[in-house]
């Protein structure tokens, strides 16, 4: 089973994940979506970090976010909206599996890095679609990418007109 990292997304698409890193940036605390035991989502905030090509996702120890992703690693991401109602750099989600990492010197050398307290969780996100929605315009713009399709722009107005898809870009 292959791994889809940060960096594997940023080299298939370094424009579109350059934007979506800095919308990750722009606030310190997002949204993560797990599934509980029963099946139900539980969503809960915490702090994403992007560095050495993986997305990290860590969490405080024994959290039930944690707990969840150890039975069930599929995971949704969204970015802080911020305040207001305009959200200029749009919104972005992730979806993917969350892999732990468990190694003591990987751990320890990442709370170095990042100074993160021990004990800790840490997982890395093995993605399988990112998406961006933005307005451009008068139109609402859902760019999103997987490994297998890769990125598909779909733009959609105000009007009665159906959504359209832009072309696949000349590789």
Do not use: C
């Amino acid at each position: 089973m292959t791994h889809t990292s940060w960096a594997f997304f940023e080299k298939a698409e370094p424009e579109f994940a350059a934007a979506v890193q800095a919308r990750f940036a722009q606030y310190p605390h997002h949204v993560l979506a797990t599934l509980r035991k029963d099946g139900s989502p539980r969503v809960a905030g915490l702090n994403v970090d992007i560095r050495g090509g993986e997305l990290w996702l860590g969490m405080m120890p024994g959290s039930m976010k944690a707990r969840d992703l150890q039975r069930d690693p599929r995971f949704a991401l969204h970015t802080n909206p911020g305040p207001g109602e305009e959200m200029p750099d749009g919104d972005v989600r992730i979806s993917g599996r969350a892999v732990e990492l468990v190694d003591p010197p990987e751990l320890h050398r990442y709370a170095e890095e990042t100074d993160t307290p021990h004990p800790f969780h840490l997982f890395y996100g093995d993605l399988t679609e990112v998406v961006h929605i933005g307005v451009e315009g008068d139109e609402l713009v859902i760019r999103s990418w997987t490994p297998a399709r890769g990125l598909h722009t779909i733009r959609r107005g105000n009007d009665d007109e159906p959504p359209r898809e832009d072309p696949a870009p000349a590789s």
